[in-house]
């Protein structure tokens, strides 16, 4: 289960369509609960490192990754998912998607853009113990209304 606030859940979305059509990405960050949910508190953009091929693969900066893990640090936030776009493709996962991902019982996050809007978004956790075991499971995404757009007690 992936818990996500409106916000940054429309902010994952919308990155995808102003990168389109190339895919973006990026990094979730929040907290990992005892029931094994994840919650995201912030999310962070990342530049495409894949020049070759835009489209149909992503990469995060190593060094962009530990800046990103040391802001999130400071702000009491861990690495729970990641995130990414498939431009005019299915929000399902490629094979170069399970080989590139390493994080194990973290989320991955991938939303469809069809001709440059933003469609489906899908949550797969990585689960295993290892890479000759790895995979993406279907993980559910809740998204959470901000406080002040609740009503009643
Ligand atoms: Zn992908």
């Not at 853009?113 to 000759?132: H, I, P, Q, W, Y």
Request: charged share 30%.
């Amino acid at each position: 289960m992936l818990k996500i606030e409106r916000n940054e859940y429309q902010a994952l979305r919308q990155h995808g369509e102003s990168t389109y059509p190339h895919e973006c990405c990026g990094v979730l960050l929040g907290q990992m609960q005892d029931d094994g949910a994840r919650v995201v508190s912030s999310i962070a953009r990342a530049g495409n490192t894949r020049t070759d091929s835009a489209h149909n693969r992503y990469n995060i900066d190593p060094k962009e990754l530990i800046r990103i893990q040391r802001e999130g640090r400071e702000r009491g936030e861990d690495i729970i998912g990641f995130y990414h776009s498939h431009p005019d493709h299915p929000a399902q996962w490629s094979q170069t998607d399970l080989a590139e991902a390493h994080w194990f019982g973290c989320s991955y996050v991938i939303t469809s853009v069809d001709r440059g809007k933003a469609v489906l978004t899908n949550a797969f956790e990585l689960r295993g113990s290892d890479e000759s075991d790895k995979k993406l499971v279907d993980e559910n995404i809740e998204v959470l209304e901000p406080d002040h757009f609740h009503t009643g007690a």
